[in-house]
């Protein structure tokens, strides 16, 4: 058991060389999970990988660079996954992408890349990887939504759409798997302190810190095989910015 008095287990970790994903992924590996880590570039993941290696030289670590928009790139991922590992216990979908513009106006190319990325990355690794976890009669699929899949803001349509197909995807899923004993929770953060907040003209303690949110991912995970959450709304203590 790790000092989290947690089973040991593998984890794959969408996004996870920056911000949220980042934070994350230290967050298991702190409890003695293995991590597979997941980035668009391959240079990040592997620096990525070196620094979990560094900090907690007893876990298994698989770097793999993949775009989470390309069907060819989840085939690939997924079986490094199944031939490297042969299971998986934990799934956090965080990799996502955000197009500021004006939904009436903006490149139809925006609401394409958002479902992409933001829906159709975690419904192709849920397709490729959850039956690992149908046949071990146990698993989790946390994704991480926004409150962007409940509520609107302006110059962000595309989005919106986006997370809102997510929470959809996340609650058909749920409806789905739990009679196999797989869990499924959308957890939707409000404003994070991300390198997109960089050079914001807002004090930076105004918004949520990356490690609260990974420390959320982690209790979600933590719950006993009687319980599951659903869905877990965080917010900035003085609401959203």
Not at 20 to 36: H, K, N, P, Q, S
Not at 106 to 135: A, H
């Amino acid at each position: 058991m790790s000092k989290d008095n947690i089973a040991p287990g593998k984890v794959l970790i969408t996004g996870a060389t920056k911000g949220m994903g980042r934070a994350i992924a230290f967050r298991f590996a702190r409890a003695g999970m293995d991590i597979a880590v997941t980035a668009r570039t391959e240079s990040d993941v592997n620096d990525l990988k070196q620094a979990l290696q560094n900090d907690f030289p007893d876990i298994d670590i698989l770097a793999l660079a993949a775009d989470v928009s390309s069907s060819d790139d989840i085939d690939r991922l997924a079986e490094r996954i199944r031939k490297e590992w042969g299971t998986l216990d934990l799934l956090v979908n965080n990799a996502g992408i955000f197009l500021q513009d004006n939904l009436l106006t903006e490149p139809e190319s925006n609401l394409d890349r958002s479902l992409q990325v933001n829906v159709y990355g975690p419904y192709r690794l849920c397709r490729e990887l959850v039956p690992l976890m149908i046949d071990a009669g146990k698993g989790h699929i946390i994704n991480i939504c926004s409150v962007a899949s409940k509520i609107s803001f302006p110059n962000a349509g595309s989005y919106v759409i986006s997370k809102h197909a997510l929470l959809g995807l996340t609650r058909a899923l749920r409806m789905e798997l739990k009679e196999k004993h797989v869990k499924v929770t959308a957890l939707m953060p409000g404003a994070t302190w991300t390198a997109s907040w960089e050079g914001a003209d807002i004090p930076k303690e105004r918004i949520m810190p990356v490690e609260d949110i990974a420390e959320a991912v982690f209790a979600v995970w933590s719950m006993g095989p009687s319980t599951v959450v659903e869905e877990m709304q965080l917010r900035p203590q003085l609401g959203d910015v």
